[in-house]
Structures are given as structure tokens and as C-alpha cells.
């Protein structure tokens, strides 16, 4: 937009300056032909009253006038038939002009070429005959003038006049353009201001405010957008508090009836009544997950905590230990590859790397056969580090992975139990509130590898 007012500011100026610049610029250049046309025919006027008085004194003021021509680079040549023949000026070639002159008693102006002029200007002025009382006599005439008029600098005069308007023009249309950077930078700044508004709430920034500022139509759409951003933060933060507070209340129900059913599978002999305890427990276990699933997601779209340096090798001891118990009980392996060191930092917000561990792990144990490897790999590149855990499951189509970080979906498993879906929604939603990124990719030799991006943190807290 910036560009496009630019554009028609300096558009507007050139036309403005080239209906005034160039029909002066053309009066100029005709008054400059106009006259020295005129001041060249007085000249050839005045030498042809001396050619037609026929005396001595006339023929040698003549011939200096003509003399003082040619020293100009100009040409001054004459014909007689009065018998006066002024010495150095040459007789003219029988022309058309001169026809016109001698016969018709008609002077004519030649400018060499119809656009401006040509190398010459040549102008033949008829000498008719005076009497002793320097009166002429009509139609006699004695004789021709003609000069021939060097145009070289008509032309420097010429190239003075348009050159000094054209770089006047430019440094015109120059000023103009800074000036028209200038006020378009300032009549778009509150633009800019709601693109980068509007730039911010699609980050999830719902506290962003735009400064009402500008024209009135600005400040009326920055009012606008700064009402519905502060209805639809009330909106949203309304949501995530009835999400957390519907999730941690149900835990203490969940955990009672799961207790409950713990009692009853104890009490009972009946197989069939143990069966369906089972099953129960089951489902009450997996909605007890489900219910923690939408409580961190709450925790984490409301942002409560910041990043911080964290060490990247503690976190993963630790969820390591706690997860190979499990893992022992099926003879599934889990290793460590990598450069996970005490030196290595990432930037994390407390807590959210153990979840999304917990997660990772949860969901690769789950798809492993018995006897499989769980490979977990840690890579640094520069600014970030590559968390890695890969196992040796199903692995996913392109179409489940697509898929699989929506909440509620879920994948196909090999222990027989069923999980939340919200598994990778939990495990996306915190990594990429910590400005990382996480992707499924297919793993060596089959299997699921999931590539978590960190930030690496700067040793010292930097």
C-alpha cells in the first residue's frame, strides 16, 4: 500500500510539473526562434538599404557589416545590379529564394527543417533602389542580401533551456518521492499498527491492543478490533477456567469410584463379577486420563509459566527411570543416544518436558511388541536440540499422521488398552507453547520416530 501511495504521489507531481514545465519550456524555444529571426532580418535589412543607396561610402559599409558576419562564422553574400559590389562577400546560389527576391521584390526566412531549426538559418531580403534623398523606389530592385545564420548556439541555448527544467523537474519529482515515503509511512502507521494486532492474536496473543490512532476511519476499525479482541480473551479465558475447573473436579469422583471398584474386584470371588470389574476399572482409568489429558491442555493454552533454562539430561533420567519398570515388565528396551550431557540446556517451561516425555514414552511403549527397543536420541544443532524417541511399532500412514495430533484421535495399539486422544494434542500444545516444534517422522528399519525441537538456552540463563 506504502508503494502504491509513493507511486501516485510522484505520479501526480510529474504531471503537475510537465503541464507546467513544458508549454514554457516551447514559449521559450519560440520566443528564442522569433527573435533571432527578427534580429537577423534587421541586420539583412539594413545591409540591403546600403546596397540599394549605390554610392562609394554604402558598398564599403557593406562590405564591413559583411566582414563582421564572417568573423562570426556567419555568412553574409550579395548580389548587384547596380553596379555596387562590395569586396570579400560572395554572390548567393540561384535559388528559389533568391528568384523570389529579385523578381517579387519578397524577402524570405529559411530555418533549414520544419521541427525547431537546421544547421542554418538563411534569410534573402530584396535591395531595392533609393534615391538621392534615400527614398526607395517601388519595384525597382538592384539587387539581393542574404545571410546565412549559424543555429549552433541557438541550439546550446536550446539545450540550456530544456536541461536546466528537466533536472529542476528531477530533483522536484526526488523531493517529491521523499516527501511521499514521508506521508505514506505516516498515513499507513495505523495499519500497520492493526496488521500487527491482528498478527499477534493469530500467534494466540489475545491481550494484544492496537493504539487508536490515525484518521477517523482508523481509529473506528482500531475501536472495533480492540472491543471484539477483549470480548473474545473474556470468551476463550472463560472457556479454559470452566475446562480446568470441570477436569480437576472430576478427578476426585474418578478416583473414588476407581477405589470403589478396587474394593469390590477384592470382596468378590464370582468370575464373571470380576471380569466386569476389570473392564470398569479400565474405562474409569482411561477417562482418569482423559480428564488430566484436558487439564494440562487448559494449563497450557492459558501460558501460566515461562520458559527456562533446564537441564535437558536430568528430565530425561528422570522419566526414563520411571518409565523402564513398565517397560521391564514387557522385555522392551529403552536407550539413550546422543549428547545429552550435564552442559546441555533447554528452554522450557517447568514441567512441560516431563509431560511431554511421559506421553512420548506412554505412546511408544504401548505400539512396541514385546522384545522391542525404544530408542530415545538427543542431537544439538547450534540454537536448537533434537529430541528423538523412536520405537519399533506399526509405525503411522501419511494419513494418520496427519491426523494424529487432533484431539480425540486415536491410534491402533498392541497391549490391548485404550488411550485418551489427547496424547500428541497435549504434547504439541506444550512444545509449541515453549516455541519449539514437533514432528512424526517413519523411523529406520519401520517404526514411528518423533522429532521434538528445542530451544537450546545459553549456559548462565542466557
Not at 519550456?25 to 540599394?52: N, P, Y
Request: glycine content about 8%; aromatic content about 4%; charged content about 25%.
Amino acid at each position: 500500500m506504502i508503494r502504491q501511495l509513493i507511486r501516485s504521489y510522484v505520479l501526480l507531481v510529474a504531471v503537475a510539473i510537465a503541464l507546467f514545465t513544458v508549454p514554457v519550456a516551447f514559449t521559450l524555444t519560440s520566443q528564442l526562434r522569433g527573435d533571432t529571426a527578427k534580429s537577423v532580418q534587421r541586420e539583412a535589412e539594413t545591409m540591403a538599404k546600403l546596397l540599394g543607396t549605390d554610392d562609394t561610402a554604402a558598398c564599403q559599409a557593406l562590405a564591413q557589416m559583411g566582414k563582421a558576419y564572417s568573423d562570426k562564422d556567419d555568412t553574409v553574400q550579395v548580389t548587384a545590379t547596380n553596379g555596387c559590389a562590395p569586396q570579400g562577400l560572395a554572390e548567393p546560389s540561384p535559388d528559389a529564394a533568391l528568384t523570389r527576391a529579385l523578381e517579387d521584390g519578397r524577402a524570405t526566412t529559411d530555418w533549414g527543417s520544419d521541427f525547431i531549426w537546421g544547421e542554418n538559418l538563411v534569410i534573402t531580403v530584396p535591395a531595392l533602389a533609393r534615391t538621392a534623398d534615400g527614398q526607395t523606389e517601388p519595384r525597382k530592385v538592384v539587387g539581393a542580401v542574404r545571410i546565412v545564420f549559424s543555429t549552433d548556439h541557438l541550439t546550446s541555448r536550446l539545450w540550456t533551456i530544456w536541461g536546466f527544467r528537466a533536472a529542476l523537474a528531477v530533483l522536484v519529482l526526488a523531493a517529491a518521492a521523499f516527501i511521499g515515503v514521508f506521508a505514506a509511512r505516516r498515513l499507513t502507521a495505523p495499519l500497520r499498527q492493526l496488521n500487527e494486532m491482528a498478527s499477534k492474536m493469530s500467534d494466540g496473543d489475545l491481550t494484544a491492543r492496537s493504539p487508536v490512532t490515525g484518521p477517523q476511519e482508523t481509529q473506528t476499525l482500531a475501536r472495533t478490533l480492540n472491543q471484539a479482541g477483549e470480548r473474545l480473551d473474556t470468551l476463550i479465558a472463560s472457556q479454559r477456567i470452566f475446562v480446568a475447573d470441570a477436569s480437576h473436579q472430576l478427578r476426585t469422583p474418578l478416583t473414588a469410584l476407581r477405589l470403589s471398584l478396587d474394593n469390590i474386584a477384592d470382596g468378590t470371588d464370582d468370575e464373571f463379577v470380576r471380569e466386569d470389574v476389570e473392564q470398569a476399572t479400565a474405562e474409569v482409568v482411561r477417562m482418569s486420563r482423559l480428564v488430566n489429558g484436558l487439564l494440562v491442555l487448559a494449563r497450557a493454552e492459558a501460558k501460566v509459566t515461562a520458559a527456562e533454562p533446564l537441564s535437558l539430561r536430568e528430565v530425561i533420567g528422570e522419566r526414563l527411570d520411571v518409565w523402564r519398570p513398565a517397560a521391564d515388565e514387557r522385555g522392551v528396551t529403552i536407550t539413550l543416544r546422543g549428547s545429552a550431557d550435564g552442559r546441555l540446556l533447554v528452554l522450557a517451561s517447568p514441567g512441560h518436558l516431563d509431560q511431554v516425555l511421559d506421553n512420548v514414552l506412554s505412546n511408544a511403549l504401548e505400539v512396541s511388541p514385546d522384545g522391542a527397543t525404544i530408542t530415545v536420541s538427543v542431537e544439538s544443532r547450534g540454537e536448537e536440540v533434537v529430541l528423538s524417541v523412536l520405537d519399533e511399532g506399526p509405525g503411522m500412514s501419511d494419513a494418520e499422521k496427519s491426523r494424529a495430533f487432533d484431539r480425540f484421535w486415536r491410534g491402533q495399539g498392541l497391549t490391548g488398552k485404550s488411550g485418551s486422544g489427547l496424547g500428541l494434542a497435549v504434547v504439541k500444545q506444550l512444545v509449541t507453547d515453549d516455541n519449539g516444534t514437533v514432528a512424526l517422522k517413519d523411523a529406520p528399519g519401520g517404526g514411528l520416530c518423533v522429532a521434538l525441537t528445542l530451544r537450546a538456552a545459553r549456559h548462565g540463563g542466557g
